[in-house]
């Protein structure tokens, strides 16, 4: 019976996915990043408790507003019975059982086409976020200008075993506060949402971040510095190695006579 | 039919110099924003006409200028490398006309895109195009590596190294030969 609901449930969410991509052109490729040289571009998604997640305190949600609307409607039931309206109150039942369905169903669809639109593509140079259904956000954040890489996560998260990457560049896109709220879509910030080893790309993009030298907001690499920048290479250190051991031999030979 | 259209503009090279003004789609665009606002219709749809009519893009080899207004004129320039980071926004409308909207972050305090570029055809090269020009272009790096690794033999160092090696091998040889 549950394979058959499953199966059922699989169909129409394919067909309202093919519909989605074809009246609604949402792209069913993930997004790629052009790369350079030996560079991959590797695209992952939130992690499947980031799925469970949203679905837990999406029932909590329904269960909060549910039992308030038909609380409601049981009052006003038992109200109007009082008044000998009783006939009102069950021809009521109807619209505010829809009114108490609808909007679920709907909130659910949603989660999972939010989960199935997210994806994330990360290569050496740079990062790329794509989120949304009826407006597609696409971030690009190369981490030459990163400024600061934030992971939270909440007591629900870490039971789900997920967290929040945040990369933010320089610049103050809104206040941190509504960053939650508006559709994690701000200004001069990419949010990797939902990813069970957020830690270990956070020490990625540290280590990217540690690769580049230059400091300033898009300033030219400074050309005289670069040349007159002293630095050992291997060919030095040979170099250096030969003169130690002709000093050695020379001393040792000294030694011995 | 569109597929067919897409290989061939990503055939021939994407010339960001030749985008002077945003496609006539986007009067379209603006036009069907404006009738979403039913009553709203002409106090949305003039000022975004006249935005349409007087919006104009120039790229040059630096940066990116773009202006439009009638009473009040507007002009944005910005380098290419003072971008931080590039969304590329669609909702339903502009893609079921093929267009998108380009926003460009430099790192200022307002809180908005400090460039947003409307009604371009192929946002994807045009992205592509502003990403290659972004900081931390991997190319350049590569051919400074290469440049450092090619002057290994004129470094001044190293050859100063050599020249002390080279004294001292002769000097012990002097050494051992005079006792």
Redesign the interface.
Known sequence: MSAHTDKATQWIYHGLWSVLVQWFRVPDKPPTLPTVGDDVAESFRPAEGFLRYMKFRFWIALLIIDIAIMGGWLIGTIALWRNDLLWVGLLLLPPVLIIAIVPDIIAFVAIHLRYDTTWYVMTGRSLRIRRGVWTIQETTISFENVQNVKVHSGPLQRYYGIANLEVETAGSGGSAGSSQQKGMSNANRGIIEGVTNALELRDKILARLRQSQSAGLGDEPDEELQKNRIGWTPAHLQMLGKIRQTLAHWRAEAASQ | MDQTQDVQTEDSAFDPASITRPDPALLNYYTIVAICTLVGFPFVFLPLYFKYHTLKYKFDDKGVSMSWGILFRKEIYL?Y????????????IQ??LGLAQV?V?????????EMTIEGIRNPELL??FL??Q???????V?E?GEA?AGE?NS?E??KL??E??GE??AL?QS??TSP
Request: glycine residues 8%; charged residues 30%; contains cysteine.
């Open positions: 380098t490398r003072r971008i931080q980071d590039i969304h590329v926004t669609r909702n339903f893609r079921w926003s972050q430099t790192a200022s305090g307002s809180a908005g895109a992205r592509n990403y290659q972004m900081r931390g272009v991997k190319e350049s590569d400074e450092d290994g470094d160092a190293l190294l050599r002390i090696h001292l091998c012990r050494w051992e």
